[in-house]
């Protein structure tokens, strides 16, 4: 069985930076495509960052320039580095396959952006 952790979310000022971890079990990490989700109070859980097995990256636009996403096959872990936070950047993190059937979702990592 898959198991997903993530970690890494607190509380910064806007402006601010944060390094989101999300380890992984199981061999098939290092194949298959992940991502980074986030959901915030009263919105559904919205798509942020992609990486395949082989580092290519994506991202949404309202994070492009802002947030880095990267992997290490051989930790099984996946990192969302985010600079440059705004308030609305505010949400529960989550990590998960980006193409295909979701794992079991992992009980996420709050990120919380104010003054």
């Known amino acids: 069985q898959v198991q997903l952790v993530e970690s890494g979310g607190g509380f910064v000022q806007p402006g601010g930076s944060l390094r989101l971890s999300c380890a992984a079990s199981?061999?098939?990490?290092?194949?298959?495509?992940m991502g980074w989700y986030r959901q915030a109070p009263g919105k559904e859980r919205e798509l942020v960052a992609t990486?395949?097995?082989?580092?290519?990256?994506d991202y949404a636009d309202s994070v492009k320039g802002r947030f880095t996403i990267s992997r290490d096959n051989a930790k099984n872990t996946m990192y969302l580095q985010m600079n440059s936070l705004k308030p609305e950047d505010a949400a529960v993190y989550y990590c998960?396959?980006?193409?295909?059937?979701?794992?079991?979702w992992g009980q996420g990592t709050q990120v919380t952006v104010s003054s």
């Open positions: 998960n396959r980006a193409k295909g059937r979701s794992y079991d």
């Open positions: 990486i395949t097995g082989a580092g290519i990256t």
């Open positions: 199981g061999s098939f990490f290092r194949t298959t495509v």
